[in-house]
């Protein structure tokens, strides 16, 4: 299984200054790169086919929309469909992120219809989950988890392709805050994550890739990769500026 090393450039980023962070960073990890590791970017809509076409004949880089929408095409002003992230190059969707869940107001039951329907039409999903600060301190960490799961995988067909399905655990409070999750927390939450996912896709969800995201640095990521059930990262901050992701990807 390759390591997904994963950036999410969320609203940052004109199509000159992602072209160009995309070069970089291609410039710095693609003849380094293991061929266990995979790298992916998560550009805002607008550039997206700026990086793809930076990454269109790189092995090992991919490119993804951070959201689009559950319909094919339609009256749905602003929406973006994952045909149309293919269409640009992008090969991968970002579903349940805290971001979307806690500031754009995205419910477990929306998120799993956004889930199955990028599946089901051409993308690869890194699907999020973690945990509010208030809800780790009540003790309800694998609860919150476990139903975001439980919901939010219900509609992925039981014969997927265990590549095509990544979960990231991203405990809310570790986001873009500089608080990292202990070893401990990640790997009981990964535990965890796994087990879950064994009880609803049975033993090929030991190929399925958990990623852990919140405050991921260079100089914390070296510790985190090697930690178990953890096959990647999902970076937002620290992954803005090529020199600094470039390293996190060769960790
Ligand atoms: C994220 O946005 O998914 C994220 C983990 O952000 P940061 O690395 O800045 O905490």
Redesign the pocket.
């Known amino acids: 299984m390759k390591k997904l090393m994963a950036a ?1 450039w ?1 609203m940052f980023k004109t199509w000159d200054e992602a072209s160009s962070t995309a070069q970089e960073l291609v410039d710095l990890a693609a003849a380094k790169l293991p061929d266990d590791r995979e790298v992916l970017v998560f550009p805002p809509f607008t550039a997206l086919k700026a990086v793809a076409d930076v990454f269109a004949s790189k092995s090992g880089f991919s490119a993804g929309g951070q959201d689009y929408y559950i319909e094919e095409e339609g009256a749905f002003t602003g929406e973006i469909a994952p045909k149309m992230l293919l269409d640009v190059g992008g090969t991968y969707g970002l579903t349940g ?1 805290s ?1 979307r869940r806690h500031v754009l107001g995205e419910d477990d039951e929306y998120i799993a219809d956004k889930t199955s329907y990028g599946l089901a039409n051409g993308l690869k999903v890194v699907f999020c989950i973690g945990e509010k600060i208030e809800e780790r301190k009540g003790g309800r960490v694998e609860e919150v988890l476990e139903r975001q799961m439980r919901i939010g995988l219900k509609d992925v067909p039981k014969d997927i392709a265990p590549e095509n399905l990544s979960v990231a655990y ?1 405990p809310v409070w ?4 500089g608080e990292v999750a202990g070893p401990e927390e990640i790997m009981e939450a990964h535990a965890f994550t796994r087990k879950i996912l064994i009880s609803i896709f049975g033993e090929k969800a030991n190929e399925m890739r958990i990623l852990y ?4 640095k260079p100089g914390n990521c070296n510790e985190i990769i090697a930690l178990d059930n953890v096959d990647g990262v ?5 992954s803005l500026l090529s020199e600094s992701f470039s390293q996190i990807v060769l960790a």
């Open positions: 999410n969320k992120h971001e991203e570790a986001i873009g805050t995201g919140g405050s991921v999902l970076v937002g901050g620290a």
